[in-house]
């Protein structure tokens, strides 16, 4: 079996993200289902906790958010890689843009369709976004139309001197960090993102570039498989790596919860081995997998001792 396991569902923007990086570096790997909305038992056991889309596993390893995927894959594949102008630190740093861009996005659709929705499905999502509330958002509909317009201007503007992509010449990570929220607008509400991508024509030429890009070699396994992988490859050795300098001095060994600070996600519970400006890391054993260790970025993750 290929040693990379994409726990996943395609609908998610964030999904597409890591499918477009695994595209760009053509590679092979396994898929994984998940559901879009718990219970997600089989994943669960993997993370500790974390029920989020997308989830990279490599043997009893698993790295959360397409943030520290993007950086895995390079790491295990350096060519052709995601930074082919060198400038990782800045194109990382696009994700806090960009998801400003995906909530001007989800607030469009939220406000226009979530009163469709099963009601099960919708009250999950009011559960992951706490901060937004389902039954108002609507009424700003045209402040978050006028505001998903600016970010897509910010790409055309980025590309009005003719470059192909993004960052110059070769597709990069700026390109699939950014696309995810145009194509989403574009499934979801296609007369509205017409409206609000007129006129951008290096933009849609763009999006027929990324169309290409493609997702690498799929096969489907089951999570049962993915299990068995985790077993298999169980303990994994790890070398413990805490920042003298961290801010907030935990020592390694102390159990911890890490969660995601922007969207109720889910926390995971373990024994804290890596603290990092770029990653967390935790320790734990379930008997489904044996002992496993779950990545985390920094950026974006909340770390707390647990109860
Ligand atoms: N910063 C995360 C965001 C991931 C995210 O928000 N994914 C959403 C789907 S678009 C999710 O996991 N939703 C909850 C769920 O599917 O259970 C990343 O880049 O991976």
Redesign the pocket.
């Known amino acids: 079996m290929s040693e990379l396991i994409l726990h996943h ?1 395609d ?5 597409q ?2 499918l477009r990086m695994l595209g760009l570096k053509r590679l092979a790997w396994h898929s994984v289902q ?5 219970p ?1 038992d089989g994943l669960v056991a993997l993370t500790g906790g974390y ?4 989830v990279l596993q490599v043997g009893a390893e698993l790295f ?4 520290l ?1 993007a950086r895995k894959l390079e790491q295990l594949h350096p060519t052709p890689s995601l930074f082919p102008a060198g400038d990782a630190g800045l194109q990382l740093a696009m ?1 806090k843009w960009s ?1 400003q861009f ?1 909530r001007s996005a989800l607030k469009i659709v939220l406000g226009a369709t979530a009163d469709q929705w099963p009601e099960p499905f919708r009250k ?2 009011e559960h ?1 976004f706490p901060d937004i509330d389902f039954a108002t958002v609507g009424v700003e509909a045209s402040h978050w139309r006028s505001q998903f317009r600016a970010h897509a201007w910010l790409l055309e503007q980025q590309l009005s001197d003719g470059r192909a992509w993004l960052a110059g010449a070769a597709p990069s990570l700026a390109d699939i960090q950014a696309h995810p929220f145009v194509a989403m607008m574009r499934g979801a509400m296609p007369e509205a993102a017409g409206e609000l991508l007129a006129g951008f024509a290096r933009l849609a030429a763009w999006e027929q570039r990324m169309l290409g890009m493609g997702e690498g070699t799929r096969t489907e396994i089951d999570i049962a498989a993915a299990h068995a992988a985790a077993r298999a490859a169980s303990p994994v050795k790890i070398a413990v790596d805490i920042d003298a300098h961290d801010a907030q001095r935990f020592t390694a060994g102390t159990q911890v919860v890490v969660e ?1 600070d ?2 109720q ?2 926390g995971s519970v373990g024994e804290l081995v890596v603290l990092q400006p770029n990653e967390v890391a935790i320790r734990r054993t379930d008997p489904q997998v044996g002992t496993v260790v779950v990545h985390f ?1 920094r950026l ?1 993750y909340r770390v707390r001792a647990a109860d």
């Open positions: 569902y609908a998610s923007p964030f999904t993200r890591a998940m559901p879009m909305m718990p997600k029920r989020g889309t997308p959360i958010d397409s943030q995927i994700v998801d995906f999950d999502r992951l995601p922007d969207t996600r889910g970025p974006g």
